[in-house]
Structure formats: structure tokens, C-alpha cells
């Protein structure tokens, strides 16, 4: 059956960005690894908080938390993770590092916490958190690229 108008189209397969295709399957993985926490563990995936409870919390709860901060690692430790670039500063390295933790401590919780499991239970305080993260995000990334930052 052939239309008036219409012209033979090749069907060429669709190419996807390996950028976005690798950012799309870590969205997968986080979201899943937290859906597996939450269903097989009762906890919340919150990093910040995991790391906290296994420097200063109870003993015997040290497993569960060992193995989780593992599998984050894991994969970037076998399949590499790019090509980092820091800065050549590195009192900026060390400053960004103190108020990221200044900055967990303050909102209660890190983007793991907050931005994956804090918004999927429609809390109003992860949802404010998780705004000021990206805000924060958006002006810093600002910043360093127009702004002049080493």
C-alpha cells in the first residue's frame, strides 16, 4: 500500500549518548540498591547516615553497612571510574570536602539520603534539601566555570 506524499524512509537504528546511557543505568542501580536496602534491610540508604552508624554506632550493626559501602565501590574499582580531573588546588579539594560534611550535618542527611529515598516518600524537608542540594549544585558549577575558581 503505498501513500500519496509520503517518501521511503531508511530505518536506521537509534543511537544513544554513552554519557546518558551510563547515567541512566547508575540512576537504575542507586535507585535499586536503596529499593533492596529499604525491602531486604528495613533501612534507608542514606550514605551520610551509614557511614556515620558504622564509625560511631552500635557494634554488631557493622556488616550489613560494610557490605552496602562495598557495593558502591565495587564497581568503580572493576570497571574504573573515567578519567577524574581535580583541581590543581588542592585547599579547594580539602574545603569542598569540609563543607560537604558541614553541609550533611546541617540538612540531616547527604543526596542519597534526601534526593533518592527522602523525595520517593514525599517528605517535605528531603524535598527542600534536595532543592537547595541542586541549587547549591548549579551556582558552584557557575562559579567554577565563569567565575574565575582555580
Not at 14 to 23: E, F, G, H, N, S
Not at 43 to 56: E, M, T
Not at 61 to 90: D, K, N, Q, V, Y
Amino acid at each position: 500500500m503505498r501513500f500519496e506524499g509520503v517518501r521511503d524512509v531508511e530505518a536506521r537504528p537509534a543511537v544513544i549518548d554513552p554519557t546518558l546511557a551510563r547515567a541512566f543505568g547508575g540512576g537504575l542501580l542507586i535507585g535499586g540498591g536503596a529499593a533492596v536496602l529499604l525491602l531486604l534491610n528495613g533501612r534507608i540508604a542514606g550514605i551520610s547516615g551509614v557511614v556515620d552508624q558504622l564509625v560511631h554506632g552500635a557494634i554488631g550493626e557493622h556488616a550489613w553497612r560494610i557490605a552496602f559501602l562495598a557495593g558502591l565501590l565495587l564497581p568503580a574499582a572493576l570497571h574504573g571510574s573515567g578519567s577524574p580531573a581535580l583541581p590543581r588546588a588542592w585547599w579547594l579539594v580539602i574545603g569542598s570536602g569540609l563543607l560537604v560534611g558541614f553541609g550533611t550535618r546541617l540538612a540531616s542527611g547527604c543526596t542519597s539520603g534526601h534526593g533518592v529515598c527522602g523525595i520517593a516518600n514525599f517528605s517535605r524537608r528531603s524535598f527542600l534539601a534536595t532543592l537547595i542540594f541542586m541549587a547549591t549544585a548549579v551556582v558552584t558549577v557557575w562559579v567554577t566555570r565563569h567565575g574565575g575558581a582555580a
